[in-house]
């Protein structure tokens, strides 16, 4: 089995879930819309035009490179990879569909639209919040890459990384910070499962 550097995953792991504790508890003291309107403050077009994009970082298609990065540089590694896209998937989508079906984002929940920031050209969902799902992959390749990468800077990049995708989905208006907690705490869930399963497929 692939030799994993556990004590960055810890130390990642633990980051990761103190941050979303951080904005669960950070929500539930200001209030939940509070608390969102406190960071969607609108910082201008170039930020614009920054989180509009940067957003795509935790969408769906970004496995795909990165299942060719395993491929190539971590093969032993690739039993972790899919089982964590699959689990990922699982946690988010099922408790998003499932557990909070309907969930309201913010564009829904808050009635005054204008004291929201909103970017042009970016499609407002309204529905199926919590928890984040572009959080939940974001920082489930922090966590990969805390495991399988043992340079320090690329660590700390990934981190801020997974950061700025999580936080634009507050700026883009689309979810809520307790969404971007549930997002962090899924992906802890998500990694620390692969990791179980792949101990019991590959022996």
């Known amino acids: 089995m692939q030799t994993y550097q556990y004590r960055v995953f ?10 979303g504790i951080v904005l669960l508890l950070g929500s539930a003291c200001l209030g939940k819309q509070a608390a ?18 940067w957003t795509y970082v935790g969408d769906g ?17 690739l039993p972790l990879l899919i089982s964590t896209i ?15 079906p309907g969930e309201p984002r913010p564009t829904k929940a808050i009635a005054d639209l204008s004291l929201i920031h909103t970017v042009p050209g ?12 572009h959080t939940t992959t974001a920082f489930s390749i922090f966590l990969l890459v ?4 043992p340079q320090r800077s690329i660590v700390v990049i990934s981190f801020v990384a997974a950061l700025l995708v999580a936080y634009s989905r507050v700026y883009l208006a689309q ?4 969404d971007l907690g549930g997002g962090m705490l899924a992906a802890v869930l998500a990694v620390w499962a692969s990791l179980q399963v792949e101990k019991r497929v590959v022996r």
């Open 10 to 19: 810890r130390n990642g792991a633990l980051l990761t879930a103190s941050t």
């Open 175 to 178: 979810h809520f910070p307790t």
């Open 61 to 77: 298609w970004i496995w795909v490179p990165l299942f060719f990065f395993f491929l190539v540089y971590h093969k032993k590694s």
């Open 146 to 149: 805390c495991l399988v990468i």
């Open 122 to 133: 970016v499609e407002l969902h309204t529905v199926n919040s919590f928890p984040s799902g």
């Open 36 to 53: 969102f309107l406190l960071l969607n403050d609108n910082m201008g077009p170039v930020a614009d035009q920054f989180f509009k994009y």
């Open 86 to 100: 699959v689990l990922s998937t699982l946690i988010a989508q099922g408790v998003k569909n499932w557990i909070f």
